[in-house]
């Protein structure tokens, strides 16, 4: 164990967002990171004008800004997958994924005054129903936090994390259930806390089961544009002369943060040419090429990713695509985000079932669902888990801030200060 003077802090590296936490006084806080911010998004964008690279909400804003450059979202996501290994070109340099996701974990490291000890959190499953890749993800993110500067690297699960977060509030024993649902993976664990069982290290006993599944935020993101925005730039059209569609896969990565990029090889550009004049509706592919020829895929996602969150709180909203390769804003609603999303969220439901069956629980046991995570706030996630638990208290943490805070406990039981 490092020594008593020794910095901590726990780091919630997330899909969509990151956080890191450290102790103030005798409470947990989360650290300030940009412009008061305690979360930003999970993001790098390099500058092609000055050559510096810009992080969170800074890049996202140099992005939208038509500064030229590169960004870089959902960084996490290439964890346990073949994009790991590959580099990228940036400029005239040629990046490792590996080292970009140490650069982003740096800055945000030097926010809390660049502590040496850290406990990490990860989802239950970095990848579904594949040991060996899941277990390179955790080394992955373990050897990217060293490049990043700290010394001692910790991992506890993300849903373990809230639950200690939501120990803090309670006065009385209860068995809970959390549902964490990020930005890449939705993450549950039953967990028994209890105002005696807070500061123990060894929780073990503590933990009756836990379980996750790779679907997430960005998921949603990607479904409900698929659906809503991807048939106007050519996806399920017909080409001339033959029984035929654009290819799929053009669209899936025009979706998928972490893919995006893909799209931008000049040489994409050239095979969509070549199916416009092969197409029966020529002015979609026109459209699609414009999109990645200005390189707007990532506004154009984002513009998807903003209604989805509006539509967790109206039952329709304007989908804002008017700066985006001539097309026109459209109204989008909750029936159209709930078709989109619902095969993923019984997906999601039928693990959380599981969780249950593995831990030999009864949903009927459960006291309180404690619900964390930003698309833990989509109404039709929300009526599938008061479903299965109709008569526990739900009860609704930070959706940004419970697993970070959790993780600063963990990492202060673990380290000290």
Not at 208 to 235: H, N, Q
């Amino acid at each position: 164990m490092p020594s008593a003077n020794s910095t901590s802090c726990g780091f919630d590296f997330g899909t969509s967002n990151s956080s890191i936490g450290q102790y103030k006084g005798n409470a947990p806080a989360l650290v300030p990171i940009q412009s008061g911010r305690v979360s930003i998004p999970t993001a790098i964008f390099f500058s092609f004008d000055d050559g510096n690279a810009y992080h969170g909400r800074e890049a996202i804003d140099r992005y939208l800004n038509r500064d030229e450059g590169r960004l870089m979202r959902a960084l996490k996501g290439v964890l346990g997958s073949s994009l790991i290994h590959e580099t990228t070109m940036v400029k005239r340099e040629r990046l490792r994924f590996l080292d970009i996701i140490a650069r982003f974990i740096a800055y945000v490291r030097d926010a809390a005054g660049g502590p040496s000890s850290v406990v990490m959190g990860r989802p239950v499953h970095f990848v579904d129903d594949n040991e060996t890749a899941d277990r390179d993800a955790e080394d992955q993110l373990r050897s990217a936090a060293k490049l990043a500067g700290f010394t001692n690297v910790e991992f506890q699960f993300e849903p373990i994390a809230a639950a200690l977060d939501y120990e803090h509030t309670v006065t009385s024993e209860q068995l809970a259930f959390v549902v964490d649902i990020g930005g890449g993976t939705s993450d549950f664990s039953i967990v028994r806390v209890s105002p005696n069982r807070r500061g123990k290290v060894d929780r073990k006993s503590d933990i009756l089961g836990y379980s996750g599944i790779r679907i997430g935020g960005t998921d949603f993101d990607k479904y409900l544009e698929l659906r809503a925005v991807m048939p106007l730039l050519g996806l399920g059209s017909k080409l001339r002369h033959k029984d035929m569609e654009p290819p799929v896969w053009w669209y899936h990565d025009l979706a998928t943060w972490q893919r995006i990029n893909v799209m931008y090889d000049p040489r994409v550009s050239t095979e969509i040419r070549r199916v416009r004049h092969e197409a029966m509706e020529p002015e979609k592919l026109e459209r699609l090429l414009r999109i990645i020829e200005t390189r707007k895929g990532h506004a154009l996602l984002g513009a998807v990713e903003q209604a989805k969150i509006a539509l967790s709180d109206e039952e329709k909203t304007s989908l804002r695509l008017h700066d985006l390769a001539g097309l026109k804003d459209t109204q989008i609603t909750r029936r159209q985000l709930d078709a989109a999303i619902g095969a993923s969220v019984d997906r999601v439901a039928e693990r959380l079932k599981l969780t249950l069956q593995k831990a030999s629980v009864k949903a009927t046991e459960i006291d309180a669902v404690f619900l964390t995570g930003g698309s833990s706030k989509l109404p039709l996630l929300r009526a599938k888990v008061r479903a299965i638990f109709p008569e526990a208290s739900i009860i609704e943490g930070d959706a940004f801030g419970s697993v970070a805070t959790g993780l600063t406990i963990d990492a202060y039981n673990r380290f000290g200060r």
